[in-house]
Nanobody, 121 residues
Framework: QVQLVESGGGSVQAGGSLRLSCGAS????????MGWFRQVPGKEREWVAV??????LYTASVEGRFTISQDSAKNTVTLQMDSLKPEDTAMYYC????????????????WGQGTQVTVSS
């Protein structure tokens, strides 16, 4: 089993920034792929930024505003969120899988508990 713990959520005004961090621990025997998803009540969880091997991928709505970075040696992933908009308000989840394709497909094996991000106008 792999455990994921997120930190860094909070409330911010539109145009502000937040930085989310996630650390993985447990049965990690080789490199894992990590990424971020988000969910708004009543809607499906959507991927925000994930790594496809060494290539970061972003959903269109955050391209140019969010930056994902992963430290494979430490099994951590961060999401720098700039120019935040009210529509970015959601619960953000860290996710991981041994297969990057699972992240891209939206079906990672491991999920964090989530951290709330609220952006006010």
């Amino acid at each position: 089993q792999v455990q994921l713990v997120e930190s860094g959520g909070g409330s911010v005004q539109a145009g502000g920034s937040l930085r989310l961090s996630c650390g993985a621990s447990g049965a990690i025997y080789r490199r894992i792929c990590m990424g971020w998803f988000r969910q708004v009540p009543g809607k499906e969880r959507e991927w925000v930024a994930v790594y496809n091997h060494d290539t970061p991928l972003y959903t269109a709505s955050v391209e140019g505003r969010f930056t994902i970075s992963q430290d494979s040696a430490k099994n951590t992933v961060t999401l720098q969120m700039d120019s935040l908009k009210p529509e970015d308000t959601a619960m953000y989840y860290c996710a991981a899988d041994r297969l990057c394709s699972a992240l891209v497909a939206g079906t990672p094996a491991y999920w964090g508990q989530g951290t709330q991000v609220t952006v006010s106008s």
